[in-house]
């Protein structure tokens, strides 16, 4: 897995992990978050590095010391201590290939960090002129592919993202209006183990099976005393006094809003 698919043969366009260490080191959200600040507002000091993430000083040079130890930046020209600043080796992380427990919660970790992400930018829509906020992409699908079109899909994107990428390195390229926009790329097979759900196993005709009859309903015995429901505990125990107050409330507020009956006519 990577967060984007960089171009091959490109020098310093990406840094690939497969050491356990430098999957579980990358694998922490100020980490992330710092890497990908770097490739788009860097270099930058600890120090400013703290104003951007809401961390201290003291936290982010430690953090960045370690993402340094793992190849994923480094220190750029100018300044000492946390006045130095820093700068990513790469615009890239990839994984690819990295089968183990650590690239699973790197891969778990990246998923958290999109998810957020992407709820930043739906909770700050609204501050968005309107043609950008009519602009955005916001959706799903289902295709049926097979693995090899899945692959060819994936590089088809690569090839389109690809020919805006020398706008990322070259300012004077970009058009009047140009703003760095994030591209979440996520395509997963439905199934995630065994035969999909809509086909059924080889000689089951699911119409001839006949309804399987529950073997654990329990019927009491004839003149036997009712079972006294026990009362529950805990969170459980207030459960079902909240809903009944909840809907005393409603009824209530139902009779407050409807008209009043007719008065019958006196005399």
Not at 31 to 53: S, Y
Not at 86 to 110: F, K, P
Not at 238 to 263: F, M, N, Y
């Amino acid at each position: 897995m990577c967060e984007l698919t960089p171009k091959a043969g490109t020098p310093n366009r990406s840094v690939h992990l497969a050491d356990p260490g430098a999957l579980r080191a990358y694998a922490h959200s100020t980490r992330m978050k710092l890497v990908g600040l770097l490739r788009v507002e860097g270099p930058f000091t600890a120090t400013r590095a703290a104003e951007l993430t809401g961390e201290s000083a003291a936290s982010c040079s430690y953090h960045l010391r370690m993402l340094a130890k793992y190849g994923l930046v480094e220190e750029a020209e100018g300044g000492q201590g946390r006045e130095k600043p820093w700068r990513a080796t790469a615009r890239y992380t990839v994984w690819q290939g990295a089968d183990s427990e650590a690239a699973e919660a790197l891969n778990t970790a990246m998923a958290q960090r999109y998810f957020e992400r992407m709820t930043q930018a739906v909770e700050t829509r609204q501050q968005l002129p309107r043609e950008w906020r009519e602009a955005e992409q916001f959706g799903d699908d289902v295709v049926y592919l097979t693995a090899a079109e899945l692959a060819e899909l994936g590089e088809q994107f690569s090839v389109l993202l690809e020919s805006y990428g020398e706008r990322f390195d070259d300012p004077s390229r970009r058009p009047e209006g140009a703003e760095p926009v994030t591209v979440l790329r996520i395509a997963f097979r439905n199934c995630r183990g065994g035969k999909p759900r809509h086909e059924p196993p080889p000689g089951h005709t699911p119409l001839s099976t006949p309804p399987a009859r529950p073997s654990c309903v329990h019927r009491p015995r004839r003149g036997a005393a009712p079972e006294r429901r026990r009362r529950p505990f805990g969170p459980e125990r207030h459960a079902a006094p909240a809903r009944v107050g909840r809907l005393l409330v409603e009824a209530g507020l139902r009779l407050l809003h409807s008209p009043a009956p007719p008065r019958p006519a006196e005399g």
